[in-house]
Antibody, heavy 119, light 112 residues
């Protein structure tokens, strides 16, 4: 069974940093792209970052480019999201997803971890 | 960026009835490889989203055949027949043909 378990969320002040983790199990981690998606309270879904299976390429929307960094440790089956220079608009639940890019992207989701950016 | 316009915002339905959700993109979703990367997700209250339909019309594993997707180019539709209580929630379309990947704003399927 595919399982994705996020951690690392919490309350952080504007301008500070936070690092999210996602531990994967139930599949061969290094065979898949992985993606972070977020959802602000009461709002819709927003794609945040994707990384190829080897970690050789990463992709971001302009809203987080230069502030967020997605990375992975295939030996530990773990995905990361380093978030710097956080803003109030980054407040959201962050979901880790398994990304079958050429067929069914975001086919599996974790339960999410809430990040609140506030002073 | 590709803008995904989803309608309606809210869709009241009766149990056992049919629902139809539209998703239109601001540019063609046909990839250079010939595939169209338009997908549908359902987020039930208090849960993470789940994939229903991928690449326009393919049901994901375990999704009942009451759900069907169709469309091409820039115009896509999700149909739900014989609506059941577990179908209620927020539906989102997603395009992954172009970066940045973009979602529609969502359609809330609720009881009439």
């Amino acid at each position: 069974e595919v399982q994705l378990v996020e951690s690392g969320g919490g309350l952080v002040q504007p301008g500070r940093s936070l690092k999210l983790s996602c531990v994967a199990s139930g599949f061969t981690f290094n065979n898949y792209w992985m993606t972070w998606i977020r959802q602000a309270p009461g709002k819709g879904l927003e794609w945040v970052a994707s990384i190829t299976n080897t970690g050789g390429s990463t992709y971001y929307p302009d809203s987080v480019k230069g502030r967020f960094t997605i990375s992975r440790d295939n030996a530990k089956s773990t995905l990361y999201l380093q978030m710097n220079s956080l803003r109030s608009e980054d407040t959201a639940t962050y979901y880790c997803t398994r990304d079958q890019r050429t067929t069914a992207p975001f086919a599996y989701w974790g339960q999410g971890t809430l990040v609140t950016v506030s002073s | 960026d590709v803008v995904m316009t989803q309608t309606p915002v809210s869709l009241p339905v009766s149990l056992g009835g049919q629902a139809s959700i539209s998703c239109r993109s601001s540019q063609s979703l046909v990839h250079s490889n010939g595939n169209t990367y338009l997908h549908w997700y359902l987020q039930k209250p208090g849960q993470s989203p789940q994939l229903l339909i991928y690449r326009v019309s393919n049901r994901f594993s375990g999704v009942p055949d009451r759900f069907s997707g169709s469309g091409s180019g820039t115009d896509f539709t999700l149909k739900i027949s014989r609506v059941e209580p577990e179908d209620l929630g927020d539906y989102y379309c997603l395009q992954s043909t172009h970066f940045p990947n973009t979602f529609g704003a969502g359609t809330k399927l609720e009881l009439k």
